[in-house]
């Protein structure tokens, strides 16, 4: 039987008494009284398996460098002008120190529960994510942009203040 339609008290093959996690505890909740250390997939009537809460679009002011990098990086930014991708600029930029490592901010997201601000982490993990994918790949970009045979390869590692930060934002 899935462990999600049992009861949350039940006795395992040995005899032991175990407690299970209700996925559905919060299914009636309205998502705007719900904490944001709660899993921001959780389950509602009224979000289904929607995030609770719209996404964040402004993150922390400790992670300021990294809000300004993924403004600059694309290939056209919001007014138009030419982004970081346009220029080939991104990896240049990461690898040049503009982007700290932020890895250890990421203790200091909490709620007043003291748990992690998982809507911040969240938002945070997304940035980065599209941030690591942007770096790795940047070259192939700049290959087929300028009309080379194939794409190439991309860079073969990510630096530690991409890296640090998205495995930690992706394990809480």
């Known amino acids: 039987m899935s462990p999600y339609l049992s009861s949350p008290t039940s006795t395992n093959g040995d005899g032991q008494t175990s407690t299970r996690h209700?996925?559905?505890?919060?299914?009636?909740?309205?998502?705007a009284v719900l904490p944001s250390s709660l899993d921001p997939f959780t389950i509602t009537t009224s979000t289904g398996f929607l995030p609770l809460h719209?996404?964040?679009?402004?993150?922390?002011?400790?992670?300021?460098?990294?809000?300004d990098i993924v403004d600059y990086m694309p290939i056209a930014k919001v007014d138009g002008t030419p982004g970081l991708l346009a220029t080939y600029a991104l990896g240049p930029t990461i690898d040049n120190g503009?982007?700290?490592n932020l890895t250890?901010?990421?203790?200091?997201?909490v709620t007043g529960d003291g748990l992690p601000d998982l809507s911040e982490v969240t938002a945070i993990f997304r940035d980065y994510a599209f941030l690591a994918s942007a770096y790795l790949l940047e070259p192939?970009?700049?290959?087929?942009?300028k009309g080379l045979e194939g794409y190439g390869l991309g860079r073969e590692m990510l630096p530690a203040c991409i890296a640090g930060p998205l495995v930690k934002s992706a394990n809480l």
Request: charged residues 25%; glycine residues 0%; contains cysteine.
């Open 140 to 145: 192939c970009w700049e290959r087929w942009n």
């Open 22 to 31: 209700d996925p559905f505890k919060q299914l009636e909740n309205d998502p």
């Open 54 to 67: 719209p996404p964040s679009t402004k993150l922390p002011t400790a992670f300021h460098a990294l809000a």
């Open 104 to 109: 250890m901010e990421l203790d200091k997201l």
């Open 98 to 100: 503009a982007l700290p």
